[in-house]
Nanobody, 125 residues
């Protein structure tokens, strides 16, 4: 089973950028589709972005499309979330997650079987 550890969160101002990383253990990372989710205080967990095993297919929530980019480096067992033009409403704990099958347009968290502990992103206005 893969284990996931996120990093890269922090406190930034509106309009700034951050790059989150999610490092995976084990040799099977390239067999997993990966996703990023976020959860703000008092709100439900929200899908952010997903990427296929090869990295050739990606999918984004409408709220981040054009501002966030998901990518992966299978040689480094790492998936990234580049976040540009950050807004206060992007403030949340961001978690990466792994699933066995990539389904384009799927925003459900239920199919993801492994989760990281999360990293806090705070965007001030």
């Amino acid at each position: 089973q893969v284990q996931l550890v996120e990093s890269g969160g922090g406190l930034v101002q509106a309009g700034d950028s951050l790059r989150l990383s999610c490092a995976a253990s084990g040799r099977t990372f390239s067999t997993y589709a990966m996703g990023w989710f976020r959860q703000a205080p008092g709100k439900e967990r929200e899908f952010v972005a997903a990427i296929s095993q090869s990295g050739g297919s990606t999918f984004y929530a409408d709220s981040v499309k054009g501002r966030f980019t998901i990518s992966r480096d299978n040689a480094k067992n790492t998936v990234y979330l580049q976040m540009n033009s950050l807004k206060p409403e992007d403030t949340a704990v961001y978690c990466c997650a792994a699933r066995s099958i990539f389904i384009s347009s799927s925003t459900s968290s239920q199919a993801y079987h492994t989760w990281g502990q999360g990293t806090q992103v705070t965007v001030s206005s």
